[in-house]
């Protein structure tokens, strides 16, 4: 497995530096701050730069490949834009001058996006941690009292000796999709509480990450302070026992990282979600609440089968969980009242998916990374240093 460490991250800093500009600094601080948050900046790059890179890394076809247009409702890859014209002109060919020219410069966006995704994060969650007062402190940690009464036995039964994926089945509910399961997660009051936090925290100007590539509306939750006291031992303590017993391929030695991220559906914004498939080993997707009507997911079978039968409808209920194999193909169908907001957790085991990265289908290439990246590791083989993957 070859690791390449991306450096194109000193290349884009000016352009992003102008990005910041103008979408924040210049709108939302002193002329004093904006010499402090050069300055940061600054120290930013230079921590980049020095980093060791050990630890997680994401695979080099993340710059490449997947971008979602959606006005096509299709998947295509990006290298540049002579190869893109040219490989999307049965596309494309149906659409006016106009239409074209927006389509591309949203690719090309996404496209700096990934390419500073990594600096843009360690930027936004300084600034959020230096500048944002929670409204409710206590919901950033993990505490026993907001987990449902059923989920904590769910997860004892699965700790116990001898315990068998038959054995826990009898405390989930099976949803008609093949391996689907429903379980209640959170109390109802938690759920309340950190619906509360989240609106306190978009009503700031912080600046704000894009949860995915297919979702406009959501929160990155590393960035506002969940994962070190909140998503990490919720993965660890309580849903890797029960993944372990449920999807023993995909789980492998232990779903050891992590992306969690809220989404939005609401009238007049995102409203629904193509059918896609998850850059995970296993999913959690538990409802949060608001009043909302419709909006159910569906699911198919696995990307790579030839699976042609009737979606199944699962239905969102709030603090109840949805589990499933991050490679299973699903979608959300459109909401016609309301707003909903959903909590996702992608778990990844580098056991697994440092064999085949499950969104090219090749051996990953190394790319150096902040926190968790893609939940890839180094296997210990040659590094290659590379300024651009593109």
Known sequence: MKKYYHQSTELSYPIYWNVISKHYILRHITKSTYGKLRNLLRDLRSEFMSQNHKGFY??????????????????????????????????????????RKKILLNIKEEYMRRVNIDSDARLRGRLIQQQYVPRFKEVYELKECYLDDEFIRLVE??????STSSSILRLLKREKAPEVYRMKVFTGDFCEKLLLELDHFNQTSLPKGRPNTMNNSGILLEEVGYYEKFITPLREKYLNCIASLLYPDWVGDGLDSHKAFTVQYKENEDVDLAQHYDNAEVTLNVCLGKDFDDGSLYFGGMRKTQDHSQPSEVEHVTGEGILHRGQQVHGAMPITFGERVNLIIWMRSSSVRNKLCPMCDNTPDLVSSFGFGDGFTDGGSDTVQMCSLH
Do not use: T, W
């Not at 893109?84 to 006016?96: G, P, S, Y």
């Not at 039964?157 to 001898?162: L, N």
């Open 157 to 162: 039964h699965a700790k116990a000796p001898g």
């Open 58 to 99: 994401r695979c080099g076809c993340y710059l490449q490949r997947n971008f979602y247009i959606a006005e096509l409702n299709l998947h295509v890859n990006y290298c540049d834009e002579d190869s893109f014209l040219k490989h999307n002109a049965e596309h494309l060919k149906c659409m006016q001058l106009e239409q």
